[in-house]
Nanobody, 119 residues
């Protein structure tokens, strides 16, 4: 059984910063890519950022230059540093990871953390 637990969401004014964390726990052999998604009310879930096991990163255009994804492999944790936040960044943020356990590879999701940016 694998669990992803996010933390760090909250309410912030436009221009402010937040740092999200997502820790994976359980019977984990290894973790490949880790990702952050977000879903705003009435919109589809959107891939925000990806980081591979080797540290290669990719971002959706709307957050480039403002968000930074990173990971600590020893802690099975992924982070999302969000700077210069805008009201349109308001959403529930979910982490996702490709995890190897005894039966094999599967992808897992966290429960989500709310980020609200006020104007």
């Amino acid at each position: 059984q694998v669990q992803l637990v996010e933390s760090g969401g909250g309410l912030v004014q436009a221009g402010g910063s937040l740092r999200l964390s997502c820790a994976a726990s359980g019977s984990i052999f290894s973790i490949d890519a880790m990702r952050w998604y977000r879903q705003a009310p009435g919109k589809q879930r959107e891939l925000v950022a990806t980081i591979t096991s080797g540290g290669k990163t990719n971002y959706v255009d709307s957050v480039k230059g403002r968000f930074t994804i990173s990971r600590d492999n020893a802690k099975n944790t992924v982070y999302l540093q969000m700077n210069s936040l805008k009201p349109e960044d308001t959403a529930v943020y979910y982490c996702n990871a490709d995890v190897e356990t005894m039966p094999g590879w599967n992808d897992y999701w966290g429960q989500g953390t709310q980020v609200t940016v006020s104007s």
